[in-house]
């Protein structure tokens, strides 16, 4: 694990390493859980999990790892995510998911054994027509939804 140790820490904890280091997003909402990853007594990652935000995935025995942040150190994303599914299989989940920028390689994600499953185009907005909602604004870029290994399959 390349001296990184895990380590809790709270949501407040995990949503200002975020808004301090995540590249292109403000911490979330809510979680279920967080982990924290560290070197020495310097904290230099943060992984927030929480419910599948897709309510098409939300079944109860889904997770969703909504945030990685790092502040560039060697492997603490890919000791995060393995964290994060390892956490969420002894409390009883049975499938984890997150998701890309399609401009992201992925290569922490593949390095957790981690597995791409669909390619989802940009979205104009969470608006539509059998919810129509103000405001919501999303980046027009595409998406990878990748699954932890083991991970249950999809809801049809």
Known sequence: MSGLRLEPVTFAQACAFVDEQHRHHRAPRGHKFSIGAAQGERLVGVAIVGRPVARHYDTGRALEVTRVAT??????????????????????????????????????????????????????????????????????????????????????
Do not use: F, K
Not at 82 to 110: N, P
Not at 131 to 141: K, L
């Open 71 to 156: 502040d560039g150190t060697r492997n603490a994303c890919s000791t995060l995510l393995s964290a994060a599914w390892r956490a969420g299989r002894a409390l009883g989940y049975e499938r984890m998911i997150t998701y890309t920028r399609s401009d992201e390689d992925g290569a922490s994600l593949r390095a957790a054994g981690w597995e791409p499953v669909a390619v989802r185009p940009p979205r104009r907005g969470w608006s539509c027509p059998s919810r129509p909602r103000a405001g919501g604004e999303v980046e027009q870029v595409g998406r990878t939804l990748w699954q932890a290994p083991g991970s249950a399959q999809a809801p049809s």
